[in-house]
């Protein structure tokens, strides 16, 4: 080899060298960026994804305005408890039963909503008992009678017991 | 061709024949072939690797995380469903209570002054009122007012 060849040569490996490093930095580069533009995608798509929700639960929020109005006025709160308790007060009398409250609780669970547990001891003619047993059964609101009993404790004289569990709405 | 011709010249093709050739140094034809064939192979090594790198640089799902998203409880059908069962039960109540209601504005004056006309005038109201009620609620008045128990109504 001449001096020349071998000086040619190394020039030669020395830009091979040269353009090999910056081949690999490009390629590092590209990774990095790689990386970087997926994290950015997923956290826009998460984003519009998370933007897309809260428009359609805005949406249905404004839309269920009446439907939710009307709902609530099903469930009791809890500052309607009294009143729930001097309604069906009311209702005995409207119906013309004597009413005694057994039983007034409210209980709260921590999965569930509270309720307001009542109980109520009913005397009455059989169809003014049959007919307040009726509109508890009937009562507006979101609840569950777990027991109910009539039976004729004398003559046209009827007792009945009745347990009522009326859900209370958490005030939000 | 006589003899000695035909032998000289075959032994100078022989002798030419088994010659031993040394190949020359440096061919510009070889060399340059050698080296456009080089060049064409790294240059499409080079594009095929360039071309795989891109895809997958370019081609790359993002995986979404349902974690952080707030779905969208409203459920229409089950909200109208229970809806309506309230409705229903609504004007069942308010049926029973507006019976009672109409009921009580007759019998309070009546009752104080007497039990047994008080008691035909309610049922009367009863017998009119009865197509909102319910079947159970219709035979109760029935079966009270042929049974002479009226002082509930």
Same mark, same amino acid.
């Given at each position: 080899?001449?001096?020349?060849?071998?000086?040619?040569?190394?020039? $030669?490996?020395?830009?091979?060298?040269?353009?090999? $490093?910056?081949?690999?930095? $490009?390629?590092?580069?590209?990774?990095?960026?790689?990386?970087?533009?997926?994290?950015?995608?997923?956290?826009?798509?998460?984003?519009?994804?998370?933007?897309?929700?809260?428009?359609?639960?805005?949406?249905?929020?404004?839309?269920?305005?009446?439907?939710?109005?009307?709902?609530?006025?099903?469930?009791?709160?809890?500052?309607?408890?009294?009143?729930?308790?001097?309604?069906?007060?009311?209702?005995?009398?409207?119906?013309?039963?004597?009413?005694?409250?057994?039983?007034?609780?409210?209980?709260? $669970?921590?999965?569930?909503?509270?309720?307001?547990?009542?109980?109520?001891?009913?005397?009455?003619?059989?169809?003014?008992?049959?007919?307040?047993?009726?509109?508890?059964?009937?009562?507006?609101?979101?609840?569950?009678?777990?027991?109910?009993?009539?039976?004729?404790?004398?003559?046209?004289?009827?007792?009945?017991?009745?347990?009522?569990?009326?859900?209370?709405?958490?005030?939000? | 061709?006589?003899?000695?011709?035909?032998?000289?010249?075959?032994?100078?093709?022989?002798?030419?024949?088994?010659?031993?050739?040394?190949?020359?140094?440096?061919?510009?034809?070889?060399?340059?072939?050698?080296?456009?064939?080089?060049?064409?192979?790294?240059?499409?090594?080079?594009?095929?690797?360039?071309?795989?790198?891109?895809? *997958?640089?370019?081609?790359?799902?993002?995986?979404?995380?349902?974690?952080?998203?707030?779905?969208?409880?409203?459920?229409?059908?089950?909200?109208?469903?229970?809806?309506?069962?309230?409705?229903?039960?609504?004007?069942?109540?308010?049926?029973?209570?507006?019976?009672?209601?109409?009921?009580?504005?007759?019998?309070?004056?009546?009752?104080?002054?007497?039990?047994?006309?008080?008691?035909?005038?309610?049922?009367?109201?009863?017998?009119?009122?009865?197509?909102?009620?319910?079947?159970?609620?219709? *035979?109760?008045?029935?079966?009270?007012?042929?049974?002479?128990?009226?002082?509930?109504?």
């Amino acid at each position: 080899m001449t001096k020349k060849t071998v000086t040619t040569l190394s020039i $030669a490996t020395v830009y091979a060298f040269i353009l090999c $490093a910056i081949f690999l930095y $490009a390629v590092v580069t590209v990774q990095s960026e790689k990386a970087e533009v997926i994290s950015l995608r997923t956290t826009k798509a998460e984003q519009l994804q998370k933007e897309v929700s809260a428009r359609t639960i805005a949406n249905t929020v404004t839309l269920t305005e009446a439907v939710r109005k009307e709902m609530g006025s099903y469930f009791l709160t809890e500052k309607d408890t009294i009143s729930f308790i001097a309604d069906i007060e009311k209702l005995a009398a409207v119906i013309g039963v004597k009413i005694e409250t057994t039983n007034l609780a409210m209980v709260a $669970a921590s999965s569930t909503p509270s309720s307001l547990q009542t109980g109520f001891s009913v005397q009455g003619s059989r169809p003014a008992v049959l007919r307040f047993m009726k509109a508890l059964e009937t009562l507006p609101y979101h609840n569950r009678l777990p027991k109910l009993t009539v039976e004729r404790s004398a003559e046209n004289l009827w007792q009945g017991q009745v347990e009522v569990v009326v859900t209370i709405m958490p005030t939000v | 061709m006589n003899k000695n011709n035909l032998k000289k010249f075959f032994t100078r093709s022989s002798h030419k024949s088994n010659r031993l050739t040394v190949p020359e140094p440096i061919n510009a034809n070889r060399e340059w072939s050698l080296g456009l064939v080089m060049t064409v192979l790294f240059v499409c090594a080079g594009g095929l690797m360039s071309y795989f790198f891109y895809h *997958s640089v370019v081609s790359f799902s993002v995986s979404l995380n349902d974690s952080g998203v707030v779905r969208n409880p409203y459920v229409a059908t089950t909200v109208d469903e229970a809806t309506e069962l309230f409705r229903q039960r609504n004007e069942a109540y308010q049926a029973i209570r507006g019976k009672a209601d109409d009921l009580v504005e007759i019998v309070t004056p009546v009752v104080e002054e007497s039990t047994v006309v008080g008691s035909e005038i309610i049922i009367d109201e009863i017998n009119q009122s009865t197509s909102t009620t319910t079947e159970e609620v219709e *035979s109760v008045a029935a079966s009270s007012s042929s049974s002479g128990i009226q002082s509930a109504w």
